[in-house]
């Protein structure tokens, strides 16, 4: 430990022994909320809600005390590696409640109502007696071509959001009140700290990377617009925003289902991962394995026996659960799991892929100290498996007899196009939801105004509207998981600037010149090892280190993005002349 001077040196003792028992009491209060919300979400029953709330409360209790306790300390001399975790310490919840008598359960309960009433929706289809789950509508969104159906899943579906609203403002009012209790303004404030920047910093900074993608996604989203005129005459027009519905996915956040529709032949990316998959996987376990094993190829570990064992892959018959996917620690230390209804598609082996990245991450950063416990900011650990499903290329998937022999397309840009419709639209959405909630959370969006201001954002940052007007009293923010289970959505904003900056790094550390969406790093361990050293980095330094570490670029940059796309935003510019 680095000398200090006489107070500060008993100063440093005392911090590092309130500090030492702190880790070891939230480490022991998040073991066990953690099992308790996991049996929350794999049996959802009133039972489960209240036990997983008990142990959330327990949890957020002792820590907001003891962020207020360390206080103290403000003024101490202390070592970085101190200070860092006590500013943790008081981060280190997403959600935090106001000290009143039952607050926390309250807000516990609140939370648990939205996100259990988003897990058991269900829609009777007209003309149908069996209702449909959100991944039947999300199925009818992906592969009808029948306007007047994908409309009434697109409709049935926002219908989940309505009684949410009273739940959503008392939740906002509580969550608020708990961060004032830490000193922050409002909740919102409270997520935009955790970036080791002060929070208007980061919101200049997601301005500034949005304005570098902006105009990829306005050329793509002017090309997918006149493709869809011509499909649907009646229903979309000219320098008018799109409507959500014909998009291919329920928030229109990845549009990538749309791909075989509109890939002009000629330029076809080759065989959908999704037939070859369905043709060829009989248990999603399988899928799990395949993505198991390019960690393994870049030299990970194995994951733990448990893991197979104790994980959740598909949608149980018998009882209802959370299906939206997870990745879990539940006792930070090999007690790894994740929780998915795997369906048998190509988006969902990225979503394997992505899950694996947490997966791996909490295993790499276990040797941390508690407090350090995590990734270097959020939008590390999100990007962690979109960064290896990049590597899932066309050439990779023949590798592994996913696909037949790479058949080396005459043109990138059919592969590519599939690629941008999934991963560029998700740039403004995801900018979309979190600057709602920020303005939610800081009182500028009123409880009158709350759908209104959503779809305000949503025709200017995405350029889409609802298929017809909305009423007032509806909440169709509650339609999107992340916002009934308070879950951030920045961090995947993050994500997928720094998954094409990372992959271009890497890229060009293997002396890579060839296009960067062909370069894979399977098999590759001078890969693995310089992403397995930031993820052991844990949260222990702020994030630009980690960054560095990857990339040598100590900044968030959305040229590596812009880079990978450059061949299709060419190609739609020349059709867009033509
Ligand atoms: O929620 C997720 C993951 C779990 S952290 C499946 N994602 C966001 C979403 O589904 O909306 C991954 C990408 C965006
Ligand atoms: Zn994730």
């Not at 996100?115 to 789950?133: I, M, S």
């Not at 009808?144 to 009434?152: N, Y």
């Not at 996604?217 to 000219?238: A, G």
């Not at 190829?297 to 064992?309: D, N, Y």
Request: net charge negative.
């Amino acid at each position: 430990m680095p000398a200090t001077g006489g107070n500060g040196s008993r100063g440093s003792e005392a911090a590092e022994g309130f500090l030492r028992e702190a880790e070891a009491r939230l480490l022991d209060l998040s073991v066990e909320s953690q099992r308790a919300e996991w049996v929350h979400a794999t049996y959802l029953s009133l039972d489960t809600a209240d036990l997983a709330a008990r142990a959330f409360a327990r949890r957020v209790r002792a820590s907001v005390e003891m962020a207020r306790n360390w206080t103290r300390f403000d003024s101490a001399d202390l070592p970085a590696d101190l200070r860092r975790k006590g500013l943790l310490l008081r981060l280190s919840q997403s959600l935090v409640a106001p000290s009143g008598p039952g607050e926390s359960e309250e807000l516990a309960h609140r939370v648990a109502a939205m996100e259990g009433r988003y897990a058991t929706f269900r829609v009777v289809l007209p003309g149908r007696k069996e209702p449909t789950d959100l991944e039947g509508l999300s199925r009818i969104l992906a592969e009808s071509d029948d306007p007047a159906l994908m409309e009434a899943a697109w409709n049935g579906w926002h219908e989940v959001g309505r009684p949410m609203r009273a739940d959503f403002l008392r939740y906002v009012d509580l969550a608020n009140r708990g961060a004032r209790e830490l000193g922050f303004a409002d909740t919102g404030e409270m997520w935009r700290s955790r970036y080791d920047m002060p929070p208007d910093q980061l919101t200049a900074e997601v301005e500034r990377l949005w304005e570098q993608v902006a105009p990829l996604y306005r050329d793509l989203h002017r090309w997918v617009r006149q493709r869809l005129m011509e499909r649907y005459p009646e229903l979309v027009s000219d320098g008018g925003p799109i409507p959500a519905h014909l998009l291919g996915n329920m928030w229109a956040q990845s549009w990538e289902s749309l791909s075989t529709g509109i890939t002009p032949t000629g330029i076809s990316g080759g065989p959908a991962l999704t037939d070859v998959l369905r043709a060829r996987i009989s248990d999603p376990r399988e899928m799990v394995r395949y993505a198991e094993r390019f960690f393994t190829s870049i030299g990970f570990e194995p994951l733990p026996a448990s893991f197979w064992e104790r994980s959740m892959f598909s949608r149980p018959k018998d009882r209802e659960v959370v299906c939206h996917a997870s990745a879990w620690d539940l006792d930070f230390d090999q007690d790894v799991r994740i929780k998915m209804c795997i369906e048998t598609t190509g988006e969902e082996f990225q979503v394997i892929h992505h899950e694996l990245g947490h997966t791996y991450y909490q295993l790499a950063c276990r040797r941390q100290p508690f407090l350090f416990r995590d990734s270097a900011h959020d939008g590390f650990h999100e990007a962690l498996g979109d960064l290896i499903g990049l590597s899932v290329t066309p050439a990779y998937l023949a590798r592994i007899g996913l696909a037949g022999a790479d058949p080396a397309p005459a043109s990138p840009v059919g592969g590519l196009l599939r690629i941008a419709l999934d991963k560029v639209p998700f740039l403004p959405f995801s900018v979309a939801v979190d600057r709602w909630r920020w303005e939610v959370f800081s009182g500028r969006v009123g409880p009158d105004q709350l759908n209104r201001r959503w779809w305000e954002l949503r025709e200017e940052l995405q350029g889409i509207a609802p298929p017809s007007r909305r009423d007032p009293d509806t909440f169709d923010a509650g339609a999107k998981y992340h916002i009934p289970a308070s879950v951030p959505y920045l961090r995947y904003f993050l994500a997928y600037i720094l998954q094409f900056q990372m992959h271009r790094a890497l890229a060009r550390a293997s002396g890579w010149d060839g296009a960067l969406h062909e370069f894979t790093i399977y098999g590759n361990r001078e890969a693995g090892a310089r992403l397995r050293t930031m993820m052991e980095m844990g949260q222990s330094r702020p994030w630009p280190e980690a960054l560095e570490s990857v990339t040598g670029e100590r900044r968030m940059d959305a040229s590596g993005l812009l880079e990978y796309f450059r061949p299709l935003r060419d190609w739609l510019n020349r059709e867009q002349r033509r």
